[in-house]
């Protein structure tokens, strides 16, 4: 059974995101009413220690891990030699950095990593392929930078998620090397918007809408396909990409999103996990005070350090089952 910390958030994203909600807004309209409500429900935490980065012109900000915590104010952290890059979600029309510094901080926190925290380019002034641009461009940064591509794993949640799977498609037909794996929360993978929970998931969602997704999608893509296989990692070749953990809520739209997408990377041979919670909703691990989303961030820390430390040492790198059911 769900927590009655995860029941009365759902019940708040049903009362104040989902039913208010006017997808044909301005998105300037929207992206500022978005950064209000996160300013209120994730207000930077003391013990987040962060600094204004430029990577390769993307601009974005550090989040520094928890050994920075000794580090006196106003001195120059050094950073960790495991860096996670994460993509914000926001359907590629809302969110920034400042929406997602906490839950990133707390990921941090759990693999003893620091972050590069992305503020890629947002639609429908800037379509696809701009934010897939933004996000190798960062990444070869970090390359330039000194990161090993076995340092670096990749993270992101909703359209960050499906971001996260363009980059490493991105990178593998340009014969990059590929990072040690990715995490993704609740990945938008299919901007055709075929999987079935989009209906059968319709009511349960306390926060998504079928309407606001279809709205994003062409606010994204406008003359491109939605089954283009980098925007649309669904309908890609996964041949070759790194390991990947999959979390998912049960009770969210995109749900099949992630069921294909993880039956169709162990179909190519990929290492892939993919956790369903109960009763959860879309990118519940942004909720700090629920239980759910502890004990989730708890697993993406371990995946991650598992991950890299397994490039390091070829070490076993399997977290979970390929498909379970998560504990509550």
Known sequence: MASWQSRLTALFLRLAVKRPLDPYADPAV????????????????????????SANGVPGEW????????????????????????????????????????????????????????????APEHPFPAAVEDAEAAYRWLLASGYAASDIVVAGDSAGGGLTLSLLLTLREAGMPLPAGAALLSPWTDLALTGLTMLTKAKADPMLRLDSAALATRHYLQATSPTHPIASPLHACLDGLPPLLVQVGGEEILLDDSRRLVAKALDAGVDASLEIWPGMMHVFQAFPKMPESRHAITRLGRFLKMRADAADNSAPTSLAAPVSEAAE
């Open 30 to 53: 929207m992206r500022a009413r978005v950064n209000r409500m996160a300013g209120r429900l994730n207000a930077k935490a003391p013990w987040i220690r962060t600094s204004p980065v």
């Open 63 to 122: 989040i520094y891990g928890p050994s920075i915590d000794a580090v006196p104010d106003g001195a120059t952290p050094q950073r960790s030699r495991k860096i996670v890059l994460y993509l914000h979600g926001g359907g590629y029309v809302v969110c920034s950095p400042a929406t997602h510094r906490l839950m990133v901080a707390r990921m941090c926190r759990e693999a003893g990593f620091d972050a590069l925290l992305i503020d890629y380019r947002l």
